[in-house]
């Protein structure tokens, strides 16, 4: 089955660190594009980082630049995304997304089911 | 940063109506905008990409329009299935941003 499965999420204080994991399973991993997005419960959604099908190339967005750093195992299938010095506002449901090789790496054809990480003392 | 801005935030409508969604750029997209389905507590879903191309799976009654800042989601004979929230992106530029979403509920 095509699937992304997120794992990693839960309670952490502020300025602590956590990492994520999204593993991939039933399509060739390291063809593709990846992506974190996430999203604040009933809020809308936010795009986090982005990192290129054999890790060489990463984005992130602003509010994250210096704290987040995402990376990727194409061996097991699985990308990162290592947070530090987390944030009150960094509490969000978080996604692995999957960029859409067949015209744009950067819209999300298929995403994980979500894994939520609470910053708060 | 590009901005996305989406209309209406929340629409009503009933099964069997076609449904409008909005979505204005800041700067020019040319076709890069997509479209996302999200039901509560689920991942979105890639519903149109490059403006106007159906994603495989995705019900015919889904159908994307527009170029440059002004794109439409439009969605002929509202199924209650369809009832969620749905976000419009950007995938011109990076940032990768989205619109605020749009709330179709049972009238």
């Known amino acids: 089955e095509v699937q992304l499965v997120e794992s990693g999420g839960g309670l952490v204080q502020p300025g602590g660190s956590r990492r994520l994991s999204c593993a991939a399973s039933?399509?060739?991993?390291?063809?593709?594009?990846m992506h974190w997005v996430r999203q604040v419960p009933g809020k809308g959604l936010v795009w986090v980082s982005r990192?290129?099908?054999?890790?060489?190339?990463?984005t992130y967005a602003d509010s994250v630049k210096g704290r987040f750093t995402v990376s990727r195992d194409n061996a097991k299938s699985i990308m990162y995304l290592q947070m530090t010095s987390l944030r009150a506002e960094d509490t969000a449901v978080y996604y692995c997304?999957?960029?859409?090789?067949?015209?744009?790496?950067?819209?999300?054809?298929?995403w994980g089911h979500g894994t939520l990480v609470t910053v708060s003392s | 940063d590009i901005q996305m801005t989406q209309s209406p935030s929340s629409l009503s409508a009933s099964v069997g109506d076609t449904v409008i969604i909005t979505c204005r750029a800041s700067q020019t997209l040319f076709s890069y905008l997509n479209w996302y389905q999200q039901k509560p507590g689920k991942a979105p879903r890639l519903l149109i990409y490059a403006a106007s191309s159906l994603e495989s799976g995705v019900p015919s009654r889904f159908s994307g329009s527009g170029s440059g800042t002004d794109f439409t989601l439009t969605i002929s004979s509202l199924q209650l299935d369809d009832f969620a929230t749905y976000y419009c992106?950007?995938?011109?530029?990076?940032?990768?941003?989205f619109g605020g979403g749009t709330k179709v509920d049972i009238k």
């Open positions: 997304a999957r960029g859409l090789i067949r015209w744009s790496e950067d819209a999300f054809d298929l």
């Open positions: 992106q950007q995938s011109y530029s990076t940032p990768l941003t």
């Open positions: 990192i290129n099908h054999d890790g060489t190339r990463t």
């Open positions: 039933g399509f060739t991993f390291s063809s593709y594009w």
